[in-house]
């Protein structure tokens, strides 16, 4: 195995144990990954040819089977409120300290892969488990973890990810066994001293199978390491189309180490447009008309409650991004209108608990919870609601605008230079923004353009008009972006630019990108 170079500070993570380890998790399950990469392929090409998923008629039985996961720790029977961040120490201490019940710590969408990035995020991961992660910023100003901080939890990156600086026989290894197995192997022992295990969320999953895989993976790392069966815990993300017609399977492969499902709505409706958009007649609004009321969000949002609860899963609700307007008190207390009726709507429907992306609505958030969900969770409610394929895969009705277009191109352009300079959460108008949105901001610009949508008013998004906004809203950005992503923004506009005008949609924004990451 080659790894690249790293900071002096960070060998206490690249140990030749840790690596070893990695590198056996690499043997036995790379081919695996490498297969099911490979399935994808063939379905996406199925649905870019007008296929639609659904259910699979193979795995009825267990969809209609009775069966229930194993039980969580105590540790995690109350997860009403959960706040997502980077790994970087400032941000994961304010995270720790927010006074919800869980942080999840995120090496994907909220991390630009740097090998920086990763390295040290690793670090501060091993730190914080052992009560000994601290920041000084350059004012002075010292942080620390205080007592009783938020449970643990880490998404590694999604399977179709590689870690370009580690490499066996000259291949990049996969960025999921890497964070994975690295996080795993250092902190197992650490956790369980503490009275915790390690959680995990796991990410992009597109297929039953997939779940499967992380199931093995999970099996043969704690035989290695030689604890219990079952002590890993992970949540899956329902955050692509195809995979909102398995969550009973997803449970099911995971069941000795499953801790519920989670409503990954941003990254969704990224994964719905690629999915069904190869079709004029299946044009998607502005994405800020997609909201969780429209027909398909409240059926994916209901039924994943519905098939959580009905196995003795949590079902955890979305995310609400909006950060801390501090100049304008109206349009604050707005934003704050719009979070406490998105989380009004979650713990009525059903669920056990939701994200914030910033610590500021952490009171907030638990304060709905508390007062409509006094116990610890309300898992035992199976609400009886009746939702098709059809109601799933309806297409939400609304308008295409010029403002909408505008919007994509300068949020698209936006985050991409943030991403490319390191920041892979950034703030952007007033929300928190990672690259599930970069995503959305991107599709939609690529089935807008594909099909020459008629906007709103009778204009069509031709190749010509698409070029004069991109031109206007990059210059607009060149004029308020802050250093360093201004540095970047060049390389942005031409990698944004020649992904939404490819003939064919290119999978992930983030796997094109990487290889120009500094």
Known sequence: MIVSDYASECKAVFTDEALQFVGILHELFEKRRLDLLEKRKVRNTRYANGETPGYKPETASIREGDWRVNPVPSQIHDRRVEITGPTDAKMMINALNSGAKVFMADLEDSTSPTWKNIANGQLNLYKAVRDELTFTNSAGKFY???????????????????????????????????????FFYHNVHALWAKGSAPYFYLAKLEDSEEAEWWNEVFIEA??????????????????????VFQMHEVLYALREHSAGLNCGRWDYLFSMIKTLGHSPSNLFPDRDQMTMTVECMTAYSRMLISTCHTRGAHAMGGMAAQIPIKNDVIANERALEKVKADKEREVRDGHDGSWVAHPALVPLAMEIFNEYMPQKNQIDLI??????????????KGSITEEGVRKNISIGLHYLAAWLSGQGAAAIHHLMED????????????????????????MVLDETRFDLMFYEESAKLERVIIDPWKGKLPQAKVLFNRMVKRAELVPFLTSEAQPYLS
């Open 383 to 396: 609400p009886d609601w009746s939702y098709t394929a059809e109601n799933l895969s309806t297409i939400p």
């Open 222 to 243: 704690q035989r290695i390491i030689g604890i219990p069966r079952g002590t890993i815990k992970a949540t899956v993300l329902v955050e692509t189309f195809p995979l």
């Open 435 to 458: 690259a599930a949105t970069a995503e959305i901001s991107r599709v939609q610009l690529w089935q807008w353009l594909h099909f020459k949508a008629e906007l709103e008013g009778g």
């Open 144 to 182: 620390s973890v205080a007592e009783s901080p938020a449970v643990l939890m880490v998404r590694p990156r999604g399977l179709h990810l590689e870690e370009t600086n580690v490499q066996v026989e000259g291949k990049p290894i996969s960025a999921s066994l890497f964070d994975f197995g690295l």
